[in-house]
């Protein structure tokens, strides 16, 4: 699974991804999953919200996840967020990649 994000991103506006994925009927949180935020300019989330969304994630601990970001700011905010992803949930990683098909590559080995 692909999902894009672009432009400005809230908190809400996370929130709101993850209600819409989990309600969509052929969901399955074991699925792999890459976050394309190529087109993203800010992420506006504090360190708190970011502890906070790595510990609710709606994908299921054995599904690998990737980002992918180039702008430096979000690429960094993808790293905090991976890091505090691993503290929460034993045995999971995240990659955090600048291009898609590396993201793509990691996920589906």
Do not use: C, K, N
């Not at 996370?14 to 394309?36: C, G, I, K, N, S």
């Not at 790595?54 to 970001?69: D, E, H």
């Not at 990659?95 to 898609?100: D, E, I, K, Q, Y």
């Amino acid at each position: 699974m692909i999902s894009r994000a672009w432009g400005q991103i809230a908190l809400d506006d996370v929130r709101a991804f993850r209600q819409d994925l989990v309600a969509h009927p052929e969901f399955d949180p074991t699925w792999a999953h890459v976050l394309d935020a190529r087109d993203a300019v800010e992420y506006d989330l504090s360190s708190d919200e970011i502890r906070r969304l790595a510990g609710t994630s709606v994908l299921a601990p054995s599904a690998r996840r990737a980002m992918v970001a180039t702008a430096p700011a979000i690429f960094g905010l993808f790293r905090m967020y991976g890091a505090q992803f691993e503290l929460q949930v034993d045995g999971s990683a995240i990659g955090v990649f600048r291009t898609l098909d590396d993201a793509i590559e990691w996920v589906a080995p």
